[in-house]
């Protein structure tokens, strides 16, 4: 598909008091680069819809700034910035008297596409996110399952190629097997669209599978930590952002820890587990477990490179602590 570039995103020193409320974003400043995905998890009430919502102007900043592209989105028609702003929330906004595939073309129509370019559009949409137009097109959103309504979310907010996508708990109306396999999907989804896209979730476990980076926020959008998972699973700065990844931080931090991080040995004789050179410690430790030599080896191309002990998936998980 056509893909428009990605845009960086830049908050500096935003604020916003609602009227008659308190402070729901005391001072964030923030930098998302082209093509990255960003999580912002916090607890209930902590600020992240509102910082969403700032960016494509649904809600005006109290003070600050904040650039897509470079440029100040105070100053943009909120128009033609939410044309290049793909925005997509929980229990969408889907018309529910309109077809899934008028639903998708949406955005489209209001740009005047003629009408066998928004159909081809919506054809190759539908198809990104796993739904036939044959089947799913002509049907209604009440007629289809809650997975499939929040895929046809992402396919409406894609279709006019925005350069940014905005995702508020995107997949938390969905049971938790269809919710991971939507985040799967969505993953390979980012991997071909490459957007900068803003996710805001309240589940870190998704932040950690969805996020290149995550904003771990506190009590009015104060930004505890920004960093990677592993960073932010490793080495949290603050207590907060420990007590909020939660006490099984060390499990996790397997699952985003790849087997270059560790110091393969040279393996005893005999039929160990195998696991290949892409895979992660979680990975590498769970075949382990599953063997009976207290070793595993790690393949590439079929060949063995060396092999791992629980003792040396230990040290990799904690090679570069601080
Ligand atoms: N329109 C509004 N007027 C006044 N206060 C508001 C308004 N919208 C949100 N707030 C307050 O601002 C704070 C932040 O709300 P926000 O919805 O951004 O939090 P959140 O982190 O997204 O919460 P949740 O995870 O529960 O959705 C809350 O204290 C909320 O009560």
């Known amino acids: 598909m056509s893909s428009a570039t990605a845009a960086p995103i830049r908050l500096d020193g935003v604020e916003k008091i609602y009227d008659g409320g308190g402070t729901a974003v005391a001072d964030l400043s ?49 128009v033609e910035l939410r044309r290049r702003i793909g925005y997509c929330i929980q229990h969408i906004g889907l018309f529910p008297h309109q077809t899934v595939a008028a639903n998708v073309a949406t955005v489209p129509r209001l740009l005047g596409w003629d009408r066998d370019k928004a159909t081809e559009r919506v054809e190759e949409l539908l198809d990104l996110v796993g739904l036939d137009v044959g089947i799913h097109g ?26 940014v996508l905005l995702m508020d708990e995107p997949f938390s109306a969905v049971d938790p097997i269809a ?41 009015e959008a104060k930004l505890e930590q920004y960093g990677t998972p592993a960073e932010i699973l490793r080495r949290p700065k603050t207590s907060f952002v420990s007590e909020f990844v939660g006490a099984d931080r060390g499990v996790k931090s397997l699952s985003v820890t790849g087997l270059a991080q560790a110091q393969l040995r040279e393996l005893p004789p005999g039929e160990h ?50």
Do not use: W
């Not at 912002?40 to 509102?50: F, W």
């Open 179 to 219: 919710r991971g396999r939507l985040q799967e999907e969505f993953l390979r989804l980012q991997a071909d669209v490459g957007k900068t896209i803003v996710f805001v979730t309240h589940d870190v476990d998704e932040a950690i599978r969805l996020g290149d980076k995550i904003a771990v926020l506190s009590n």
């Open 30 to 78: 923030l930098d998302i680069a082209a093509g990255e995905l960003v999580a912002l998890v916090g607890p209930s009430g902590c600020g992240k819809s509102t910082v969403l919502r700032m960016i494509n102007r649904l809600i005006e900043p109290t003070s600050g700034s904040i650039y897509v592209d470079g440029e100040d989105v105070t100053s943009s028609d909120p």
């Open 273 to 322: 587990p195998t696991v290949t050179s892409a895979a992660n410690l979680r990975e590498a430790l769970s075949r382990l477990l599953d063997g009976e030599t207290g070793f595993v080896s790690v393949t590439e191309s079929g060949h063995s490179l060396g092999g791992l002990s629980a003792d040396d998936i230990y040290r990799a998980l904690h090679s570069d602590d601080g």
């Open 138 to 163: 002509k049907r209604y959103p009440h007629q289809l399952s809650g997975g499939q309504r929040q895929r046809v979310g992402v396919a409406r907010a894609l279709a006019a190629d925005p350069v």
